[in-house]
C-alpha cells in the first residue's frame, strides 16, 4: 500500500513548483462569490415535504408519554416520527454510543429533540409539533460541572457501567513532577478557566433525504464527515450501507459543529423512508445553538515547577471538563486536554488529570483547535507569569524552552519538521517586541503566546487498519482529469488543495482538473474535515495517485518519441521533449497516446500514518504524522475606566509546511485568530438560571463584527515537513490557539493584571483593577 | 429559518387612508414602516397581526424640511441612514444624528425609519426570544404568561425602552404629530411616554406617527449621544445617554438636557443633573466640577436591572462613565461617545 510511501517534499518536476506555492483562485470561488454554489438547502425535489422537530422544554425529565394524534390529523402532515422507532443508539466514537436520533425515554437538555413532523410546506409542520402533546416526569437537572462531579444522582445517563456523571476521565503521568517541587527555583500554581463557545458557521445544518423504491436511500447532508454519518445511518436505520448514499453539498463553515452525525439526518431519512417522499429539515439559527457541539467549557488548576534560568522541570494539570448532555467526541476531547500540550516546550515531567462530566446542557464536542485551546490558554498565561516573576522577556523563556525539530515529546509524540523558533521571530520583529514590550505607556500592551496541534490523526474513530484516506483519478480524452476524493471541503479549499497537487503533479493545470467530493457512491472513503488531517493525508493520497498515473503518461510519451523516460517533461499542459527542443505535444495527446498503450487511465493513491504514538493506553491519541506551530503576539488598549479590551493588532506566524496556496493559508490563519480573539473578549454561549440558552440567535451571541475585528497579520513559516504533501502540513486549527493567551498576556503588559478566567468581560477587567488598587 | 405568520398586507396611500384600515378590521392589525422591528418580533410570535398596514407608499410621511423660523419637520418615514447623513440636521441636532448613526447596522438603518424607532417595542431578555423558548420558560407577563423573571413577583412589565433617537430627540424638545381617527394630534415627545414595558405609549398603536417637528436649536446649541455596547455594531443599546447643551453669549451654559435610555420602560430625562450645568463654563473648572456632579447624579437616578441582556451591575458602573464623556463630548462638539 502507499500508505508509508514518502512523496518527498521537492517539486516533482525539476522545474520548480508551478501550481503549488502560488495564489490560485479556489475552484469553487466563482461559484461562491456568484451565488452559483449548490448548498444543502438549495437542493429542491418534486413532492419535497418540510420537516421540524419538536424540541424538549426541559433540561432533564422523563418521557412518560408522547401523543401525536392530534399532529397526525392535521392536514398537509404527511409524517410523524418519534424516538421509539428509532431507538439504536449511535455515538460519533463507536465506544461511546449514547445518543438516539430522538429522544427515546429521556431528554438530557434543553432543546433535547423529542419528535420530528414532516408535512407539506414549513408552516404546517410547524403547527403540527406544537400539537405533540408529550407528557414529562422533570427530573433534577444538574448544570454545574463541579457538582456533576460529586453527584451521581440523578444520573444523566443511566444503563452504563458508570454510576455517575462521569464521562471520562484520563490520568497520564510522564516522569515523575511531584519530585520537581522541592528542586525547583519557581513554582506557580494557579487557577485557570475556559467558558463556553460555539462556532457559529454561517450555514445553519440541513439535510435531505430520498428513499427511492429499489431500496436506495440518499442523503444530502451539511455534513463535515460523510463516512462517519453513512456509517451512524446504516446502523441507526439499520439498512446496508451498500443502499445508502450520503452526499455533501457545497458547506457553509463547520469549525467542528458538523462533525457529529446528527439529529436530522436520522429523522429526514427515516421519513423519507416512512412517507416515500424526498424530505428536508433546515434547523434555526437556535437550532444550530442548542445542537451545539462547542468549546468544551474546562476549570483547570496548572501548577509549574522551572530553575531560575526558565527551564520547565515539570508541568501538573488537572482538569474538569464540562461536557454537556452526550459523549460526542469527549472521550478524545478528555485525551486531547492533555496529551496536545507537550510542545513547542519540552516539558521533562508532566501529568495531567482530566475528568469530562455529563451535564443537562448542549452537547459539547469539537471546536477549531478541539480540546487543546483550552489547556493552551491557560498554560501559556502561567509561562508568562513564570517569566515575568524570573524577569525573563516571555519571548526568551519561550525560545529557552523550545522541544525542537526531529525529536520526540515526553507523552512520546513524534515531532517531525518544528518551525517554532521561525514562528517566535517573526512575531518578535514584525511586532517591534524589544522596543515595546513593557514600554507602553499604560493601558497599553503586547502579549506573546505559542502553541503546537496536530496535522491529522493516527487514530481512527473505528479501529481498522485500511488507509485513512483515497483519492481516485480518472482521465478524460479532452484532457479532463477527474479527481474523486472523499474529503470535506468544509469551505477551508481542501477541493482546491486537490487540485492543485494533482495538477502539480500531472504537469498540467489546475482548470483541467475537477473534483468530485465527499458523496459515498462515488468517492473512496477518507475519514472527514477534523483533527487538522485532510491536506496531510488527502493530499498525500492525491500525490500518490497522480503519481503513479505520470508514470504511464511519461512511459506511453517515452516510447512514442523514442527517447528516455527523464527527457520527457510536464509543464503547463504542454508536453517537451529535453532532448529535442523543438519537439513538443498537449497533454491532452498525451493522454490519447497513454490510453493506447495502457487502455482506459485511471489510478488510485492511499495514505495511511505510520505506526505513531506512545506505548500506553491513550498513546496513540493525538499522536499525528506532523504538528503545527504558531506564535502569536497580540497588541491590546484597556479602558480602565470602562474595562474595556481593544484588541488592536495581532500578529500571528504559523509554521505550516510548504504553503501549497498562501492565499489559502493566510484566510485561515485570519480566520482562526479572528475566532480565537472573539473567544477572549466577546462569545459566550451561557445559560440562563432555568437552563435556558441565555440568547440562542446571532444578536445575542456576540461574534465580532467587521469593526470589531482587530488588524490581523498573518505571516507563513515554512518548515517543509518530510512526510506532508509537497512539505505541507496544516493551518486550519492551530493559528487560533496562541491568539488567547497572547491577548491575555497583553492585557498584563498594558495594566498588569493577570487575567485566568475567560471571558474577559470588562466587569472581570474592572473588578481585576480595583483589587490591584487596593493591595498596593 | 423562523417564518413569519400569516397575514394580509394593505398599502395605503395617504395617511387617512391608514388609519382608517387599522380600524376596519376586529383583529389586530400593524403599522409596518422599515420592518427591521416588527419582522423579527412576528417571527417571534410576540405579534400575530391579521393585517400589515404598509407605510411606504404614504408621501407626506417621507422627507425632511425646514420652516422659515428654523424648525424641522421630519417625516416618519424618513430612514435612520437618511437622518444620520442629512447635511441640515447634522449641524442642527448632533445629538440626534450621532444616535440615529449608532442604531444597529448599516444595513438596518437603510431601511429602518425614524418613526418605527421612537415606536419600538420595548426589549427584554425573557421577552425577545422564539416561541419555542418563551414557552420553555413559561412565558411572562408582557406576552402570554403572568410573572415577570426580572422582578420575582413584580406586576409590571419593566421591559426597557431601546430606542437611541428617542432620548436625542427628547433632549431637542422634539414633538410628535400623529394621524388618529380623530383628526390630527400633535404632542411632545415627552408626553408620550407611560411606565408600562409592555406598552410604554399613551397612545394605542393604532394612532399613525406621521411626522416629526423638532424646534429650532438655540444660537450655538451642541450636543451628542453615548451608547454603551458589547459591539461596534448592530447591538441594542446597553446603555444610552443624550445631551444637549445651549451657551449664552459669554460662552457659559445657559440651558441643558439630558435624557438616557436602555433602563425601564421609558426614556429617562434627568432633569436636576441638567440644571447643575446651567452657568457653568466648558474649558473652566466649574463645568468639570458641574459633570463629577451630574455623572454622580445620574448614576442615582439610573439603575440599569436585568431586563437586557448583559451584566447590569457593570451597566450601572458604566452610567456616570458614559454621562461625563458624553457631556465633554458634547461641550467639545464632538461625540458620539462609543468604544468604537
Ligand atoms: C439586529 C437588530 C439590531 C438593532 N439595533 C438597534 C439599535 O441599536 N438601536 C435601536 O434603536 N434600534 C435597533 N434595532 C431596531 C430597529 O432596527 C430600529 O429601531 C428601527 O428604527 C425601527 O424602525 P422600522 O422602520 O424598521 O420599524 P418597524 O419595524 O417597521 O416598526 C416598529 C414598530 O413601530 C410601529 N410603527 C412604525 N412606524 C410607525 C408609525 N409611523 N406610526 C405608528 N407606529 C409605527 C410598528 O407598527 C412597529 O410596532 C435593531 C433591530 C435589529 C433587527
Ligand atoms: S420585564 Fe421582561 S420578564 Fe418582566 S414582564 Fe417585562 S418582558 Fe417579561
Redesign the interface.
Known amino acids: 500500500m502507499a500508505a508509508r510511501d514518502q512523496h518527498g517534499s521537492e517539486a516533482p518536476w525539476d522545474q520548480g513548483f508551478r501550481v503549488i506555492g502560488k495564489e490560485n483562485r479556489k475552484v469553487d470561488g466563482m461559484a461562491k462569490a456568484t451565488g452559483e454554489a449548490i448548498y444543502t438547502d438549495d437542493i429542491q425535489l418534486p413532492g419535497m415535504l418540510h420537516a421540524k422537530m419538536l424540541?424538549s422544554?426541559?433540561a432533564h425529565a422523563r418521557i412518560l408519554s408522547i401523543d401525536t394524534s392530534k399532529a397526525e390529523a392535521l392536514p398537509g402532515v404527511i409524517g410523524v416520527l418519534v424516538g421509539a422507532e428509532l431507538p439504536v443508539r449511535y455515538g460519533v466514537i463507536p465506544w461511546t454510543p449514547d445518543e438516539t436520533a430522538l429522544a427515546v425515554d429521556k431528554v438530557r437538555f434543553?432543546g433535547d429533540e423529542v419528535a420530528a413532523v414532516a408535512a407539506l410546506d414549513?408552516?404546517t409542520a410547524?403547527a403540527a409539533i406544537r400539537l405533540i402533546e408529550v407528557e414529562y416526569e422533570i427530573l433534577e437537572s444538574i448544570l454545574d460541572a463541579e457538582k456533576a462531579l460529586i453527584t451521581p444522582e440523578p444520573p444523566i445517563h443511566e444503563d452504563r457501567k458508570r454510576r455517575d456523571n462521569i464521562s471520562k476521565h484520563v490520568e497520564l503521568e510522564f516522569g515523575d513532577v511531584e519530585a520537581q517541587v522541592s528542586s525547583a527555583d519557581i513554582v506557580v500554581e494557579e487557577d485557570y478557566s475556559f467558558h463556553s463557545t460555539t462556532h457559529a458557521a454561517m450555514e445553519p445544518h440541513c439535510a435531505v433525504a430520498v428513499a427511492n423504491s429499489d431500496g436506495r436511500l440518499t442523503l444530502w447532508s451539511s455534513t463535515q464527515i460523510t463516512h462517519y454519518v453513512h456509517r451512524a445511518l446504516a446502523r441507526v436505520l439499520q439498512l446496508d450501507p451498500a443502499r445508502i448514499r450520503v452526499i455533501q453539498p457545497c458547506l457553509g463553515g463547520g469549525f467542528g459543529g458538523k462533525s457529529d452525525p446528527f439529529s436530522l439526518e436520522f429523522v429526514v431519512a427515516q421519513l423519507a423512508i416512512k412517507t416515500g417522499r424526498p424530505v428536508k429539515m433546515?434547523w434555526?439559527r437556535?437550532e444550530v445553538f442548542y445542537a451545539h457541539r462547542g468549546r468544551h467549557p474546562m476549570k483547570m488548576h496548572y501548577r509549574t515547577t522551572a530553575k531560575a534560568d526558565g527551564t520547565i522541570t515539570g508541568v501538573d494539570a488537572k482538569l474538569l471538563i464540562d461536557g454537556g448532555a452526550y459523549s460526542s467526541f469527549g472521550l478524545v476531547t478528555t485525551y486531547y486536554s492533555g496529551q496536545l500540550l507537550t510542545g513547542p516546550y519540552d516539558f521533562p515531567n508532566y501529568r495531567f488529570d482530566s475528568t469530562r462530566v455529563f451535564t443537562n446542557r448542549p452537547p459539547n464536542g469539537p471546536k477549531r483547535g478541539h480540546g487543546s485551546v483550552q489547556p493552551r490558554f491557560a498554560f501559556e498565561v502561567q509561562l508568562d507569569e513564570i517569566a515575568q516573576r524570573l524577569n525573563i522577556d516571555p519571548i526568551e523563556i519561550r525560545r529557552r524552552n523550545f522541544l525542537g525539530a526531529h525529536t520526540e515529546t515526553v507523552n512520546g509524540q513524534r515531532i517531525t519538521s518544528n518551525g517554532f523558533l521561525e514562528c517566535l521571530q517573526e512575531v518578535e520583529a514584525a511586532s517591534d517586541w524589544k522596543a515595546r514590550h513593557g514600554k507602553l505607556p499604560h493601558g497599553r500592551g503586547i502579549g506573546v503566546a505559542g502553541s503546537m496541534y496536530i496535522s491529522g490523526t493516527n487514530y481512527p474513530v473505528y479501529p481498522n487498519k485500511m488507509p485513512q484516506a483515497g483519492v481516485q483519478l480518472k482521465i478524460d480524452r479532452s484532457g479532463l482529469v477527474t479527481v474523486f476524493t472523499g474529503g470535506n471541503d468544509i469551505g477551508q479549499g481542501s477541493n482546491s488543495m486537490v487540485a492543485y497537487l494533482v495538477a502539480e503533479e500531472l504537469g498540467i493545470q489546475p482548470s483541467h482538473i475537477k473534483v468530485i467530493a465527499a458523496d459515498t457512491d462515488l468517492c473512496p472513503v477518507d475519514l472527514g474535515a477534523y483533527s487538522s488531517r485532510v491536506t496531510f493525508m488527502v493530499g498525500n493520497a492525491a500525490i500518490d495517485a497522480a503519481r503513479k498515473l505520470r508514470h504511464k503518461l511519461v512511459e506511453a510519451v517515452a516510447v512514442a518519441w523514442d527517447v528516455a523516460q527523464k527527457d520527457v517533461r510536464f509543464m503547463d499542459g504542454t508536453v517537451v521533449d529535453l532532448s529535442a527542443a523543438a519537439r513538443s505535444m498537449t497533454h491532452v495527446e498525451a493522454f490519447h497516446l497513454a490510453e493506447e498503450m495502457f487502455d482506459t487511465l485511471g489510478s488510485t493513491g492511499a495514505y495511511n500514518t505510520p505506526t505513531l504514538g506512545g506505548d500506553y493506553r491513550g498513546g496513540t491519541i493525538g499522536s499525528a504524522p506532523a504538528y503545527s506551530f504558531t506564535a502569536h503576539v497580540a497588541e491590546v488598549e484597556v479602558?480602565t475606566?470602562?474595562?474595556?479590551i481593544?484588541v488592536h493588532k495581532v500578529w500571528a506566524a504559523h509554521d505550516c509546511g510548504r504553503a501549497l496556496n498562501p492565499m489559502i493559508v493566510r484566510g485561515q490563519i485570519e480566520g482562526s485568530t479572528y475566532m480565537g480573539a472573539a473567544e477572549v473578549v466577546?462569545e459566550s454561549h451561557d445559560l440562563?438560571r432555568?437552563g435556558?440558552?441565555?440568547?440562542?440567535s446571532l444578536?445575542?451571541y456576540?461574534i465580532?463584527?467587521?469593526?470589531?475585528t482587530p488588524e490581523l497579520a498573518a505571516r507563513i513559516i515554512e518548515s517543509i515537513d518530510p512526510e506532508g504533501p509537497f512539505g505541507a502540513k496544516e493551518a486550519g486549527e492551530g493559528p487560533l490557539h496562541s491568539t488567547i493567551p497572547a491577548i491575555a498576556n497583553a492585557v498584563f503588559d498594558a495594566v498588569g493584571i493577570r487575567l485566568r478566567h475567560l471571558p474577559f468581560?470588562?466587569?472581570k477587567v474592572?473588578a481585576a483593577l480595583r483589587a490591584k488598587e487596593e493591595q498596593a | 429559518m423562523l417564518r413569519l405568520p400569516k397575514f394580509e398586507v394593505k398599502n395605503p396611500a395617504t395617511v387617512e387612508e391608514a388609519v382608517a384600515m387599522m380600524m376596519e378590521i376586529h383583529g389586530e392589525a400593524r403599522f409596518l414602516a422599515g420592518g427591521t422591528d416588527l419582522n423579527p418580533n412576528m417571527k417571534h410570535g410576540l405579534f400575530t397581526p391579521e393585517r400589515i398596514v404598509a407605510l411606504g407608499g404614504i408621501e407626506e410621511m417621507f422627507g425632511v424640511g425646514f420652516d422659515e423660523s428654523g424648525n424641522a419637520r421630519i417625516g416618519a418615514m424618513v430612514t435612520l441612514a437618511q437622518v444620520e447623513q442629512h447635511p441640515d440636521l447634522r449641524r442642527a441636532f448632533p445629538a440626534l444624528c450621532q444616535a440615529a448613526k449608532l442604531v444597529s447596522s448599516p444595513q438596518l438603518r437603510n431601511m429602518g425609519t425614524l418613526g418605527g424607532n421612537v415606536m419600538l417595542d420595548t426589549r427584554c431578555q425573557w421577552y425577545n426570544q422564539t416561541y419555542f423558548w418563551r414557552n420553555a420558560l413559561g412565558y411572562c407577563l408582557k406576552k402570554d404568561g403572568s410573572k415577570c423573571h426580572v422582578i420575582e413577583g413584580g406586576s409590571k412589565c419593566v421591559a426597557a425602552a431601546s430606542n437611541d433617537t428617542a432620548p436625542a430627540l427628547m433632549t431637542l424638545n422634539a414633538e410628535l404629530e400623529f394621524a388618529t381617527t380623530s383628526g390630527r394630534v400633535r404632542m411632545p415627545l415627552a408626553d408620550l411616554w407611560q411606565a408600562d414595558g409592555i406598552w410604554n405609549k399613551k397612545i394605542p398603536h393604532t394612532d399613525l406617527l406621521v411626522a416629526l417637528h423638532v424646534p429650532k436649536p438655540a444660537a450655538g446649541s451642541r450636543g451628542a449621544y453615548g451608547k454603551l455596547r458589547d459591539r461596534g455594531s448592530i447591538d441594542f443599546p446597553l446603555f444610552g445617554i443624550a445631551v444637549r447643551l445651549d451657551f449664552a453669549a459669554d460662552g457659559s451654559i445657559s440651558d441643558a438636557a439630558l435624557c438616557a435610555v436602555a433602563l425601564q420602560a421609558r426614556p429617562w430625562p434627568l432633569k436636576k443633573a441638567a440644571e447643575l450645568l446651567i452657568g457653568t463654563h466648558p474649558g473652566q473648572a466649574s463645568f468639570n466640577d458641574a459633570v463629577e456632579k451630574v455623572a454622580m447624579l445620574a448614576a442615582k437616578q439610573c439603575r440599569p436591572m436585568p431586563n437586557i441582556p448583559g451584566d447590569h451591575e457593570y451597566r450601572h458602573l458604566m452610567v456616570p462613565v458614559y454621562t461625563r464623556r458624553t457631556l465633554h463630548a458634547a461641550a467639545a462638539g464632538e461625540g458620539p461617545v462609543h468604544h468604537i
Not at chain 1, 692 to 696: E, V
Not at chain 1, 704 to 708: Q, R
Open positions: 424540541r422544554p426541559h434543553i414549513e408552516d410547524n433546515l434555526t437556535e479602558d475606566e470602562t474595562g474595556r481593544t466577546l440562563n432555568f435556558l440558552h441565555a440568547g440562542p444578536l445575542d456576540r465580532p463584527t467587521a469593526v470589531d468581560t470588562p466587569a474592572l
